[in-house]
């Protein structure tokens, strides 16, 4: 539990730097749409398979984004 509030942290953290102004209940979602291709591409080099995601490192949200933007 205390390494998930860490890694929450610092994910917060490292979103600040890059984008001045976040927070976590308000962000500026053009800057976010514009990247969320080069995210995907990112993802897809991760575990997809979600049998396997308690094991590995990965993700599968690339996945899902990608049906919704169909």
């Known amino acids: 539990m205390e390494e998930y509030r860490y890694l929450t942290r610092y994910t917060?953290?490292?979103l600040r730097k890059l984008l001045p102004g976040y927070r976590k209940s308000?962000?500026?979602t053009e800057v976010l749409m514009e990247?969320?291709?080069r995210a995907i591409i990112n993802e897809k080099?991760?575990?997809e398979n979600i049998e396997c995601l308690d094991n590995e490192l990965g993700s599968n949200i690339g996945t899902l984004i990608?049906?919704?933007k169909k």
Do not use: A, P, S, V
Request: net charge negative.
């Open 45 to 47: 080099k991760f575990c």
């Open 66 to 68: 990608e049906k919704l």
């Open 12 to 14: 917060e953290h490292e």
């Open 26 to 28: 308000k962000y500026n």
């Open 35 to 37: 990247h969320i291709d």
